[in-house]
């Protein structure tokens, strides 16, 4: 499965924004996907992910009440809401797919090429 992430973009602090990730080549439903986030000089950390049916949610600490994880399989398609956002929020987020119901970070298989968020004061 292919993966494209976008919406990323620039926003003041406080702000929101919506970031996608569209799948190509099969069905999204099959699969877990989460969102990671690497800032520049940093580790990539996990953000978020979703059940492929939607019953099971997880979410970093940091985002936690802010960010809202969600999928239409019809469309192929997860997206991650984020509200409140911070200037620690700025990074590359970039979303991945697991066959596994509830995988840790290293059980993703495909990845997307990452979209930007900068978040200003």
């Known amino acids: 499965v292919q993966l494209q992430a976008s919406g990323g973009g620039l926003v003041q602090a406080g702000g929101s924004l919506r970031v996608s990730c569209e799948a190509s080549?099969?069905?999204?439903?099959?699969?877990?996907v989460g969102w990671f986030r690497q800032a520049s000089g940093k580790e990539r950390e996990f953000v978020a992910t979703?059940?492929?049916?939607?019953?099971?949610?997880v979410y970093a600490d940091s985002v936690k009440g802010r960010f809202t994880i969600s999928r239409d399989n019809a469309k192929n398609t997860v997206y991650l809401q984020m509200n409140s956002l911070k200037l620690e929020d700025t990074a590359v987020y970039y979303c991945?797919?697991?066959?596994?119901?509830?995988?840790?970070?290293?059980?993703?298989?495909?990845w997307g090429q990452g979209t930007l968020v900068t978040v200003s004061s």
């Open positions: 979703i059940s492929w049916a939607a019953t099971l949610k």
């Open positions: 991945a797919a697991s066959p596994q119901s509830l995988p840790d970070a290293g059980g993703y298989d495909y």
């Open positions: 080549g099969r069905t999204l439903r099959d699969y877990t």
